[in-house]
T-cell receptor, first 119, second 121 residues
Framework: AQKVTQAQTEISVVEKEDVTLDCVYE???????LFWYKQPPSGELVFLIR??????QNEISGRYSWNFQKSTSSFNFTITASQVVDSAVYFC????????????????FGTGTLLAVQP | GAGVSQSPSNKVTEKGKDVELRCDPI?????LYWYRQRLGQGLEFLIY????????KSGLPSDRFSAERTGESVSTLTIQRTQQEDSAVYLC???????????????????FGEGSRLTVL
């Protein structure tokens, strides 16, 4: 069965600190997709990144970086020099691969990590 | 519209009443998803539509819950005889097909609406 675990329920940091959000997943599929979504206080979830299981290269986008390690079934998310606007709930999610190799129907979400960045 | 639109944004109802929640996905998005988020919890999958059919409805919690989609567009989630445990935010999301797959495979990038907050008294 598929499962996503975000062990950190809540993290509080002071602005400009770096912070890493952990995500560990379980799947029996050899082809799958991993995602991170951000849910700010306004409530609307925002897509951050999609990574397929064959691409273990780490990715950096501005202050955001992602570390995908298949050996440990982890897809961790690091925010460098955090800002107050980064305060949100962050969800990690997993999807099986569907026909044609694209992501398929349901995403399985973790329970989320609430990040509070204090000024 | 440009994004996923859901209505009503807030609904307060009495236990035992039926409610209908509506989702208008992004135009051209063949996949549509319903999730439920209870207060302080993660997202719970309910049902997934590909076009107008629902290949996966495994997350619907009981037969009081049903959903339909018409015209490969609007979807309605209906909850009959509401119970207090149904109180949650119901989130709709849509996803575009991968190119060259005849609309059968999705990118997996979900665009979410703002949700419908349901409170059952």
């Amino acid at each position: 069965a598929q499962k996503v675990t975000q062990a950190q329920t809540e993290i509080s940091v002071v602005e400009k600190e770096d912070v890493t959000l952990d995500c560990v997943y379980e799947t029996r599929d050899t082809t799958y997709y991993l995602f991170w979504y951000k849910q700010p206080p306004s409530g609307e979830l925002v897509f951050l990144i999609r990574r397929n299981s064959f691409d273990e290269q780490n990715e950096i986008s501005g202050r955001y970086s992602w570390n995908f390690q298949k050996s440990t079934s982890s897809f961790n998310f690091t925010i460098t020099a955090s800002q107050v606007v980064d305060s949100a709930v962050y969800f990690c999610a997993l999807s099986e691969s569907g026909v044609g190799g694209g992501a398929t129907n349901k995403l399985i979400f973790g329970t989320g990590t609430l990040l509070a960045v204090q000024p | 519209g440009a994004g996923v639109s859901q209505s009503p944004s807030n609904k307060v109802t009495e236990k035992g009443k039926d409610v209908e929640l509506r989702c208008d996905p992004i135009s051209g998005h063949t996949a549509l998803y319903w999730y439920r988020q209870r207060l302080g919890q993660g997202l719970e999958f309910l049902i997934y539509f590909q076009g107008n059919s629902a290949p996966d409805k495994s997350g619907l919690p009981s037969d009081r819950f049903s959903a339909e989609r018409t015209g490969e567009s609007v979807s309605t989630l209906t909850i009959q005889r509401t119970q207090q445990e149904d109180s949650a935010v119901y989130l709709c999301a849509s996803s575009s097909p991968l190119p060259y797959t005849s609309g059968k495979t999705n990118t997996g990038e979900l665009f979410f609406g703002e949700g419908s907050r349901l409170t059952v008294l």
